[in-house]
């Protein structure tokens, strides 16, 4: 650690010019591919709470998930500046997201596109080994598309082909106001999933719809917990603006109260810890035992201010890989606990592990 910057006040301000530059945190070094690896001994087994692979559907090819890249191609450009102290969407430059608009359009269509051909089981794997992840949480995503809508099964078969299966913890989903949303769920947890991932703004629902109320329900009996996308994030619009119907506005966090509050037994987890709302999902998470966080995407002051308002022990580091890289996310967790090494270990490992019932 010699020579590099140790004042987390510097580390959490500066800006750092691409993800390279992150090595000139005390916690990363590269290696000799050029790569950036954690080097904070005591700091080992993390589980990523929030990973995805390819988000091929509909009548898009299906990338080969056992197939090794030499680069993983994330939306964000590598060599774009990168902030803390910003929600994490909030680097993601215009070129990003028009870069990533169309490739996410190229992979629902048979042309396929080269950045999702990268999101493989062996790139997601090196990285966690680089980054002492021991397992990591993976969600598909349900569109509710009435064909080529399979992204669970495809991501459990490609695990379980893998060899690979005790690094993951495998969610599937569901768009959860479908009629056959329950009948997706019972077939899913026979197919051993852990919990199952609902995206709002990918699937275009709002959570408090009562159309999935029979979900929920379903979820509680079955002892899956529901991971959602949560909070409005940079994508969020008014509907004024919106000539084609897309506001952004599903996953706002108010329209979690409703089932949080009616399914007290069934365990919610707000991945991004509601985004751009994330004082607000902290209210709702204060009333309401069941909900856990992922801390994806939260700036260093807001991660501090969640375990200062909330408590650690409702709180999970995820990346949201490889829509970014895992690094940067790290880096906000580790600079926020950078005086406490136990809160640090919790929400590393040790929060998940328990509410993934591993210890
Ligand atoms: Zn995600």
Redesign the pocket.
């Known amino acids: 650690m010699k020579g590099k910057i140790n004042d987390t006040g510097i580390l959490e301000q500066r800006t750092y010019p691409g993800l390279r530059s992150l090595a000139e945190l005390p916690y990363f070094e590269l290696n000799d591919s050029g790569l950036l690896k954690l080097t904070v001994d005591e700091l080992d087994g993390g589980i990523d709470g ?1 990973v ?1 692979f390819a988000f091929n559907a509909l009548a898009g090819p299906k990338p080969d998930l056992l197939m090794p890249h030499p680069e993983t191609k994330y939306c964000m450009d590598v060599n774009n500046p990168i902030s803390l102290v910003n929600y994490m969407g909030q680097n993601l430059t215009e070129q990003d997201m028009s870069y990533t608009l169309e490739n996410w359009l190229s992979m629902l269509t048979p042309a396929g596109s080269a950045l999702t051909n990268t999101h493989t089981i062996p790139n997601l794997i090196a990285e966690m080994d680089r980054m002492h992840i021991a397992k990591a949480v993976v ?1 598909p995503i349900a569109y509710g598309f009435p064909y080529g809508d399979d992204m669970s099964e495809w991501y459990l078969d490609a695990i379980e082909k893998s060899g690979k299966a005790d690094r993951f913890i495998i969610c599937g989903s569901v768009k959860p106001t479908l009629p056959d949303a329950v009948e997706k769920t019972k077939a899913l947890k026979l197919k051993g999933v852990k919990g199952i991932k609902m995206h709002p703004l990918l699937a275009w629902f709002t959570p408090n719809d009562k159309r999935a109320w029979a979900f929920y329900e379903e979820c509680s009996l079955l002892g899956l917990p529901v991971l959602s ?1 949560s909070g409005l994030n940079q994508l969020a619009m008014t509907e004024v603006e919106s000539p084609t119907g897309f506001t952004g506005q599903q996953p706002n966090i108010d329209y979690f109260v409703e089932p949080v509050s009616d399914f007290p037994n069934l365990r919610f987890v707000f ?2 810890s509601g985004a751009l709302q994330n004082e607000k999902a902290i209210e709702i998470a204060k009333h309401h035992k069941n909900v856990w966080m992922d801390i ?1 995407g939260q700036s260093v002051g807001n991660i501090r201010n969640m375990i200062r308002e909330l408590g650690p022990e409702r709180l999970m580091f995820g990346s ?1 890989w490889p ?1 970014f890289p895992i690094a940067p996310l790290l880096a906000r967790l580790l600079i926020a606990t950078e005086n406490d090494k136990t809160i640090r270990k919790m929400i590393f490992s040790e929060n998940a592990a328990r509410f993934w019932g591993l210890t």
């Open positions: 929030h995805h969600l996308h991945c991004h994806q949201d829509i």
